[in-house]
Nanobody, 122 residues
Framework: VQLQASGGGLVQTGGSLRLSCAAG???????MGWFRQAPGKEREFVAT????????YYADTVKGRFTISRERTKNTVYLQMNNLKPEDTAVYLC?????????????????WGQGTLVTVSS
């Protein structure tokens, strides 16, 4: 079972997008996370959510603008992105944590989706 990320696209500075990650049976009792990778840059952590959805954590660069949530009945994780900036341009990937808690460390994730491209124009 793979993770399927969707919802990316082209948006102007200040705009919003909502990404979805359909986890199917993959999510289980695991935390989930979003990472991103811009051209020529390393993958970086964006946001994570625990299995219960009760705990979330964000990178400082997106705190206050992005919100991660999950709908367990649909095995889907969301990333609501508001007030987008050109520096948010990247491929966004969802991933499953090895643990019930979320994590900011990529090494703590054992399943990754292929990603969805977000482009923010200035």
């Amino acid at each position: 079972v793979q993770l399927q990320a969707s919802g990316g696209g082209l948006v102007q500075t200040g705009g919003s997008l909502r990404l979805s990650c359909a986890a199917g049976r993959t999510s289980g009792n695991n935390g989930m996370g979003w990472f991103r990778q811009a051209p020529g840059k390393e993958r970086e952590f964006v946001a994570t959510i625990s299995w219960s959805g009760g705990d979330t954590y964000y990178a400082d660069t997106v705190k206050g603008r992005f919100t991660i949530s999950r709908e367990r009945t649909k095995n889907t994780v969301y990333l609501q992105m508001n007030n987008l900036k050109p520096e948010d341009t990247a491929v966004y990937l969802c991933a499953r944590s090895r643990y019930a808690s979320g994590s900011s460390q990529a090494g703590n994730y054992d399943k990754w989706g292929q990603g969805t491209l977000v482009t923010v124009s200035s």
